[in-house]
């Protein structure tokens, strides 16, 4: 409870200082820019909107950019729903939404190269930055009011970013900040790293994750959990698990990490998982244990992320016994399967096991 009532002021503290920062930039810098006149704050509006976007593209191409120039290859590259993967060297367009994320640059990792991980993590939030203060400095020698109100958004949004990707923090899911400074503290971790960044490639590549090597799901010796990025390989270790159908197995290592201090992004995966075997597993299944009321209204809105969708589907064909509902629910998996990236066999195997369980 103090850790987290900590990293609370902590992120209000960095808020606290953008906010001064971009005062300051205000008076001194802007000093031309009337924000309290109507068409100076519609243009305001209008290229913080695009100054969003654009640092959004800036901040995954510096992931690419600083990702290549450290040995890595690319996989995919995504912002909103609009997705480009590497398809065996040709480069494909999809759509696809992520829960959680406006943008997501993954890369193939050269293997052994701690120095490279680092750049790679820090990459976006550096290019952020660097284009902020690029605007800071065309900002003053330029004396045109709509350039300057685009420089100012751009100034504001990409420290923003930037800060908030770059000072560690947990904001639901670990920043990069954040794994850069367990990466610092426990160098092995960096194997954590590539084993994640290579089983988000082999499923780019459109294999099942039952179909990877069991070798990406393993832990080096005496690998603390707390650090997120050992946290990802074991949660992804459970659901191999599962789609091998060692249910008891996966199990066990579900409910350690039920209980043990995660990301909540982890978290949320763990009780999906562990709902999802209940399900498959229990003649009376019991999701209560893990169904809380926050995790009853997440799964309530979720209607893009695809194993909470599938948990969905099975509380209302086995627990709720709401054949309506759970067509509603399969409609939006349905649509999911329409743009998602990746190979869908095996969740459609889970879906007919699930309908098994009704007859």
Not at 24 to 29: E, G, H, R, V
Not at 169 to 197: C, E, F, R
Not at 314 to 341: C, H, S, W
Request: glycine share 6%; with cysteine; hydrophobic share 45%.
């Amino acid at each position: 409870m103090i850790k987290k009532i900590t990293a609370t002021v902590f992120q209000v503290i960095i808020g606290i200082a953008i906010g001064l920062f971009l005062g300051i930039l205000m008076i001194f810098m802007f000093p031309e820019i009337n924000f309290f006149k109507l068409d100076n704050l519609f243009y305001l509006i209008i290229m913080f909107f695009i100054s969003f976007i654009l640092h959004i593209i800036i901040h995954e191409g510096g992931h690419c950019l600083f990702g290549y120039l450290n040995g890595f290859k690319f996989v995919s590259f995504r912002i909103g729903s609009y997705m480009w993967v590497n398809d065996n060297g040709t480069i494909r367009f999809k759509r696809y939404h992520m829960s959680q994320t406006g943008g997501q640059c993954l890369m193939d990792p050269p293997a052994s190269n701690f120095k490279a991980y680092v750049y790679y993590l820090l990459g976006g939030g550096i290019a952020n930055f660097a284009v902020s203060i690029v605007c800071i400095l065309l900002g003053f020698i330029n004396q045109d009011l709509l350039i300057d109100i685009f420089c100012f958004s751009n100034i504001a949004v990409g420290f923003l970013i930037g800060a908030t990707n770059l000072v560690p923090m947990d904001v639901g899911i670990p920043n990069d900040g954040l794994n850069v400074v367990y990466l610092l503290k426990d160098k092995k971790s960096a194997d954590s790293l590539y084993k994640q960044l290579r089983i988000s490639k082999e499923l780019a590549d459109g294999k099942r994750i039952d179909e990877i090597d069991i070798s990406y799901f393993t832990l080096y010796e005496k690998a603390k959990l707390r650090n997120p990025l050992n946290t990802c390989i074991a949660v992804n270790r459970c659901i191999y698990l599962t789609s091998l159908k060692q249910y008891e197995e996966a199990k066990k290592g579900l409910e350690y990490l039920y209980k043990t201090k995660i990301s909540k992004v982890y978290k949320t995966a763990v009780i999906n998982e562990l709902i999802l075997i209940e399900l498959l597993t229990s003649e009376e299944p019991d999701i209560w244990k893990y169904m809380n009321f926050e995790v009853k209204n997440r799964m309530a809105r979720e209607r893009s992320d695809l194993s909470s969708l599938v948990v969905q589907y099975g509380i209302e064909l086995l627990v709720n016994k709401d054949e309506r509902q759970a067509m509603i629910v399969l409609k939006y998996i349905e649509d999911v399967f329409k743009t998602y990236p990746y190979n869908i066999e095996l969740t459609k195997e889970t879906i007919q096991l699930l309908e098994e369980r009704v007859k």
